[in-house]
């Protein structure tokens, strides 16, 4: 591995704890990890494991009690408020479901043009302009984005949700289970897509439970396990080497794989 | 798994035919949702139900547990035969001997199928009553016995406790315990596993087959998810917007003999190489009450020609092999 410097994003010994005295609870223990410019890495785990806590903690939502992360070389928690100035915009997050995350009164195209003028500092007329071509791009045609997101599919939704966290322009896109709320085929959208965000040089940190959905787009898989990490490389590695006993219960149980034998 | 493909032993426990389902919407037409779903389900086989969100899975499911009404929804012609009823055209009376008794169900929600203020053995005697051929086994001793076959360890423990006591795959394995706690000769499971964990879900499925086996009843098991159909099942239904558009063994439908099941397969994650494009379903399923002539998956389809946009939906047809397909052009499939 290279050096450190050298990366985009650095978590280095991360933990978080809610409670307090007897009903402390830790749901992040001491937690590493780095990312490179335009990699895709996956953490993985069951509900309960710590994986969201971990990605409001990369995003800034929620500041660790131990632990640091850094980005571009700078301390992500050292001001007062977490991602100082203009870092503030280059890491965005997806949630996974987009219906709730989506504002109800709002069509998609004021969705992500109201982000755009956030972000930019730009008028409403040129958000909007910039809005229409983001979400063309990601393949919700111009009819489809004066609609409101109970009038749009579950894929359709999430593409939006997307298309709001890439106005931003960000450098990193932390996508919190993007695609288990959404079918099949809106998830291989889904995927496509990422793949050439990939390409154009964005960095992302995806979190699911799915372990195909995780080895088709990272290059690098951590496995967690009640707050921790218990393996972490090369994601083709893990999966044909799992070195923990919980990594290869988990690999187990991906459906699909026996008759095919993928893998 | 048995690698021939599987005729449908004859008499089939359940025969849907020529199903359509409404949803009544006051002075103006009803709204179709199904139309038309056509399957079998052998005794002591486990058939899957596949669709995406919308294709009328669900509403087939509440067809043979007698539940549309909740809905709003009702048959608008076609036959359900099970065991000697036509459960299409019983009335109220006639389904509480069937409905939980002779047909048992598995919602999605772990949580909602439970009653949180009765204990897991209060649940579980209610549901032992239900069963109408009598026995002799204290129900206090079955109930225990149900725990066992579901797998739960420390049965005593678990039944003085509160569903909110239970995790979810505990909670699924409770309501997978007092859904067959009658003896039914079908399971209808909608999306069981739908928010639980994967390894927790296939703990699940592995339950479903082993009690399958054990107990030698017939499962419908619906599901978005064509990798999970592949482990359980032996036969294989897909819906699209409102119909059924092919049937087959779950082996034979690695060669798919509908374009829309083909591109099902093809957009499957698991399948394909790290990074390599995915092949996505152009548009999406066109809505209910705007279905156009002829087949619905025309638009979306690259095979379609102008035969394909008249008429009626095409019917499912047997194409032999045992297997049927609704589309006009499924022998240019390769």
């Not at chain 1, 007897?22 to 069951?46: D, P, T, Y």
């Not at chain 1, 995780?214 to 009640?226: F, G, L």
């Not at chain 2, 009598?134 to 076959?149: F, M």
């Not at chain 2, 996505?280 to 998956?297: K, N, Y």
């Amino acid at each position: 591995m290279s050096n450190a410097e050298d990366h985009l994003m650095v978590a280095d010994g991360l933990g978080v704890s809610f409670g307090s005295g007897r009903n402390r609870f830790a749901a992040v223990k001491g937690v590493s990890l780095f990312l490179g410019q335009g990699e895709a890495i996956g953490i993985v785990g069951e509900s309960g494991s710590g994986k969201s806590t971990l990605a409001r903690v990369l995003v800034g939502l929620q500041k660790p009690d131990t632990g640091s992360v850094t980005f571009k070389g700078r301390s992500v928690f050292d001001g007062s408020q977490p991602y100082p100035g203009d870092l503030r915009r280059q890491v965005q997050m997806v949630f996974q479901d987009p219906y709730t995350s989506l504002n109800p009164r709002l069509s998609a195209l004021g969705t992500v043009a109201e982000a755009w003028r956030v972000h930019h500092r730009c008028s409403m007329a040129d958000a909007r302009e910039e809005a229409f071509r983001v979400l063309e791009s990601m393949g919700v045609a111009r009819h489809d984005a004066l609609k409101k997101p109970r009038q749009l599919s579950g894929g359709q939704r999430q593409r939006v949700s997307v298309a709001r966290s890439l106005s931003a322009e960000p450098s990193v896109l932390v996508a919190d289970e993007p695609t288990s709320a959404i079918d099949q085929s809106a998830q291989a959208q889904l995927l496509n897509l990422f793949n050439r965000l990939l390409g154009e040089g964005l960095s992302i940190i995806l979190i699911s439970h799915d372990l195909a959905v995780i080895r088709y787009i990272a290059r690098r898989t951590y496995v967690m396990r009640e707050g921790e990490f218990v393996e972490g490389g090369e994601t083709e590695q893990v999966f044909s080497n799992p070195r923990h006993e919980y990594t290869r219960a988990l690999i187990a149980s991906i459906p699909g794989r026996k008759r095919h034998g993928a893998g | 798994m048995s690698g021939a493909p599987l005729p449908v032993p004859a008499p089939a426990l359940v025969d849907v035919s020529g199903l359509r389902i409404g949803i009544r919407q006051g002075s103006r037409e009803p709204l179709r949702v199904v139309d038309r779903a056509d399957f079998q389900i052998g005794r002591g086989e486990i058939v899957g139900l596949v669709g995406e969100s919308g294709s009328g899975k669900s509403m087939v499911c509440r067809s043979l547990i007698g539940t549309l009404p909740r809905r709003g929804a009702f048959i608008m012609s076609g036959r359900i035969e099970f065991a000697g009823h036509d459960l299409a055209s019983i009335d109220e009376r006639a389904w509480r001997d069937i409905r939980g008794k002779k047909i048992g169900y598995i919602t999605q929600s772990a949580l909602a199928g439970l009653n949180p203020v009765m204990t897991i053995e209060a649940q579980l005697r209610e549901a032992i009553d239900q069963d109408l051929s009598a026995n002799a086994e204290s129900s206090a001793a079955r109930a225990k016995g149900l725990l066992d076959v579901v797998r739960i360890r420390r049965p005593e423990v678990v039944l003085r406790q509160f569903p909110h006591q239970l995790s979810g795959g505990m909670r699924q394995r409770v309501i997978i315990a007092s859904a067959i706690a009658p003896r039914p000769q079908l399971l209808v499971a909608d999306e069981p596993t739908t928010g639980l964990d994967v390894t927790v879900q296939a703990e699940i499925m592995k339950l479903l087959r082993t009690i399958q086996a054990d107990m030698g009843l017939s499962i419908l098991l619906v599901s978005h998810d064509l990798a999970l159909i592949d482990d359980v099942c032996e036969k294989v239904v897909v819906m699209h917007a409102g119909a059924c558009i092919e049937t087959a063994g779950v082996e034979q439908l690695a060669k798919p003999k509908h374009p829309y099941t083909a591109a099902l397969q093809r957009s499957r994650i698991e399948l394909a190489a790290p990074g390599q494009e995915l092949v996505t379903i152009v548009g999406r399923p066109p809505a209910v009450g705007s279905w156009q002539a002829g087949c619905r998956f025309a638009d979306r389809c690259d095979m379609a020609r102008s035969d394909c946009r008249q008429g009626d939906h095409p019917p499912l047809r047997p194409i032999g092999q045992g297997r049927s397909s609704a589309c006009l052009h499924w022998d240019r499939l390769p």
